[in-house]
């Protein structure tokens, strides 16, 4: 299907900085932020880290019960304790959240989101409110598609 638009494409969007100040294109900028954001429980760290820090065990209680409530219909089982720490390690690395260890008898840790997680979050909002707003025409265009399927395999 060609595009009758003589609108200027989307992804023609203005360079930004890459990686040691090069030029990054519109398309590279997404595959940047999609990196950012690979990894099963990276928005969930991003979404319960929102509002405030959280000790380690009270982010992972938090992110299960969140998914407990939605009825686990993004993840399977519950964030285990190592897939956790290895997200929250990239996450570090990433520059997206803080680790700061209390000196007590516990040595609590908290993890914060960075002013950097902070836009990447916020970003994702349009994102959401997409989905959000196009649900039941994606889960439209999947059941024809099934539908379409099914009928070839006939």
């Given at each position: 299907?060609?595009?009758?638009?003589?609108?200027?494409?989307?992804?023609?969007?203005?360079?930004?900085?890459?990686?040691?100040?090069?030029?990054?294109?519109?398309?590279?900028?997404?595959?940047?932020?999609?990196?950012?954001?690979?990894?099963?429980?990276v928005v969930a760290v991003l979404a319960s880290l929102a509002?405030?820090?959280l000790k380690y065990?009270?982010?992972?209680?938090?992110?299960?019960?969140?998914?407990?409530r939605r009825g686990w219909s993004s993840h399977a089982r519950p964030v285990s304790q190592k897939v956790l720490s290895a997200t929250l390690r990239r996450m570090r690395r990433d520059g997206l959240v803080t680790r700061s260890e209390e000196k007590a008898s516990f040595n609590p840790v908290w993890y914060e989101?960075?002013?950097l997680g902070q836009t990447l979050l916020m970003s994702l909002r349009p994102v959401a409110k997409w989905a959000q707003g196009?649900?039941?025409?994606?889960?439209?265009?999947?059941?024809?598609y099934e539908d379409?399927?099914?009928?070839?395999?006939?």
């Open positions: 299907m060609a595009l009758t638009s003589s609108a200027a494409p989307i992804v023609s969007g203005e360079a930004g900085t890459g990686v040691g100040g090069s030029a990054m294109s519109y398309r590279e900028g997404i595959y940047e932020a999609m990196a950012l954001l690979n990894g099963e429980w509002t405030r820090p065990m009270e982010l992972r209680e938090e992110i299960n019960l969140a998914e407990e989101l960075t002013p196009n649900r039941a025409e994606v889960e439209a265009a999947r059941a024809r379409e399927e099914l009928a070839e395999r006939s």
